[in-house]
């Protein structure tokens, strides 16, 4: 078991975690396929637990005792979270307000988004102009509610947060007085999620990043072959449960979405800490190198790759003349986009990070 000292090590010392960056690369990958990609198989596989996996991914590195108390917590968590939040909202907000001016399209209103931004809901058409951004504030919230519960007992924070969760269904379900959906900062979902950040800590604390590494790395073929079994009861449940979406809080049913989420998340570590203990990886071959570097600016392409899939989903659409909605139903098209959406979106991250780096200097 890794204590919090050895943990607060790993994660405060600068020290980067291989599969973590990997997990948090493919996890973009899936959440960027599954906004180009509109329907079909694919869809409902990789929603089943792509945002899942980040809130799991987000709990394994949580440590309590970095911090000297809530106000120090809370300055950190404003910082690297709600500022980047609104500069970006603000930012994407400016640049659809531009093209739907440019394009004649049809906009109720241009100001409204804007406002949207501090009401922060994926849900009911709110944020239109860069709907992924729920997940920042949803996340801020998780982190705040959890950080009053990571000193309790174990078993009692995974009884807690599933408890939270049933709740959240059952309000989502079967309150009528009002649409629950729409809740500010996305509270319903920090409520369905939570369970994926709890336990994704605590098995950190019971096992360790490092420990979890070498059992996997003497135990390659049994985790090759985990990973597998996982993944086509993940396709099996995804398909009898449908396309889910945690954003807009419709779960289907969750005697389904649960276990397949969890079976996602487990199968994505089991395959990502399989890459990380390749000669490749030990070597950081070039293309090894690409994909953690893409996941150590997961945020940014989160931020940035919806406006992008948008305006590319319509040049394609323009391209083939089927439009912009039948590119998301076409496998061809949308692998089209989908690259393109990609390649344009790590353009996108390193002019954000010379911006940065140049600002620093």
Known sequence: MMSDKQLQNVVE????????????????????????????????????????????????????NRYADFKAFLAKKIKSLLVPYVIFSVLTWGIWAVFACLSHSDVDSYWKPLAQTFIAQGSGGFLVHNVPLWFVTCLFVMEIVYYFMADWNKVLIVIATFMLA??????????????????????????????????????VREWGHHQMQEWVN???????????????????????????????????????????????????????????????????????????????????????????????????????GCGSMAVSQNVAYSMVAFLVTLAVTVVGIMAVNWVTAFKRN
């Open 13 to 64: 010392k600068g020290k980067r975690l291989d599969y973590n960056d990997l997990a948090k690369s493919l996890g973009m990958l899936a959440i960027i396929w599954g906004h180009v990609r509109l329907s079909g198989w694919s869809n409902a596989f990789v929603y089943a637990w792509h945002i899942p996996l980040f809130f799991f991914l987000s709990g394994m590195v949580f440590n309590k």
């Open 166 to 203: 049933a709740v959240g269904y059952c309000l989502i379900r079967y309150v009528k007085v009002f649409d629950v959906t729409l809740l500010p900062w996305n509270l319903e979902v920090v409520c369905l999620g939570i369970p994926f950040y709890s336990v994704g800590n605590i098995v």
């Open 218 to 320: 003497r135990h390659r073929c049994a985790s090759l072959l985990v990973s597998l079994v996982l993944a086509s009861l993940v396709l099996i449940g995804s398909r009898c449960n449908g396309s889910i979406s945690f954003g807009h809080a419709d779960i289907h049913n969750p005697l389904i979405t649960y276990p397949c989420a969890f079976a996602g998340v487990a199968m994505m570590l089991l395959f990502c800490m399989l890459l990380a203990g390749t000669k490749a990886c030990v070597k950081n071959t070039w293309w090894m190198c690409c994909l953690k570097w893409f996941g150590r600016n997961s945020f940014t392409a989160m931020a940035i790759h919806n406006p992008i899939k948008g305006l590319v989903c319509i040049i394609v659409g323009l391209i083939f």
